[in-house]
């Protein structure tokens, strides 16, 4: 196999930045819906405060997450919403994902 073999395999498709497994889990989740507060995607992605605060900063970092703050009533509150890049991005690295899990070696593989 040769060098440009190597890099066409689809592994080279994946986005670094929605890789990581908690920005995957926040990215899925916001994928379904046009938005959703903080709390919400913090209890389905089943991470503290912090951490989904942090990964949600790299997210928005690359353009891919938008967060609105505001307030219901008097309590404060944090809405997060997949940016237009982030849907595209999001999709790209399933598509990525599908076609390494469809990857197969060729028949010669088994050869002994």
Request: glycine share 8%; net charge neutral.
């Amino acid at each position: 196999m040769s060098d440009d073999d190597a890099r066409e395999h689809p592994r080279h498709r994946l986005d670094d930045v929605i890789h990581a497994p908690v920005r995957f889990s926040i990215v899925a989740a916001l994928a379904s819906v046009d938005e959703a507060v903080f709390g919400v995607v913090r209890d389905a992605v089943g991470v503290s405060d912090s951490v989904l605060s942090k990964q949600v900063s790299a997210l928005e970092g690359a353009g891919y997450v938008k967060v609105r703050k505001g307030a219901v009533g008097r309590r404060p509150r944090t809405w997060l919403r997949l940016t237009p890049k982030g849907r595209r991005a999001f999709r790209a690295h399933l598509d990525a994902l599908r076609d390494i899990a469809a990857t197969g070696l060729d028949d010669g593989a088994t050869e002994e």
